[in-house]
């Protein structure tokens, strides 16, 4: 069993920017890929993007790519999400979660956190 705690959410103005944590409970992080996505209110969850277990390759969506960046430290069990030149469109809950393997689809990660709301405003 894997916990995740997603932290760093808030409100900010456009342009700014946010770093996302997840840190993640028991010793078999470093056996996980990590992903991450995001759901606006009507809407369904969107894969942000996803990092391999030891960090060396990574994929985004169009949307975020070249302004948001994705990484992890084995040695403290945490996954980030750093967002640049956010917009208002970037509003949503942001989620991480955990699979073996990378993956573009929610549904095939096991683990999910609870999610933290991030606010853009205009």
Not at 30 to 46: H, L, V
Not at 78 to 93: G, K
Request: proline residues 2%; positive net charge.
């Amino acid at each position: 069993q894997v916990q995740l705690v997603e932290s760093g959410g808030g409100v900010v103005q456009a342009g700014g920017s946010l770093r996302l944590s997840c840190a993640t409970s028991g010793r078999t992080f470093s056996t996980y890929s990590m992903g991450w996505f995001r759901q606006a209110p009507g809407k369904e969850r969107e894969f942000v993007g996803t990092i391999a277990t030891n960090g060396g390759t990574v994929y985004y969506a169009s949307s975020v790519r070249g302004r948001f960046t994705i990484s992890r430290d084995n040695t403290k069990n945490t996954a980030y999400l750093q967002m640049n030149s956010l917009r208002p469109e970037d509003t949503a809950v942001y989620y991480c979660a955990a699979a073996i393997g990378m993956y573009v689809s929610a549904a095939s990660y096991n683990y999910w956190g609870q999610g933290t709301q991030v606010t853009v405003s205009s």
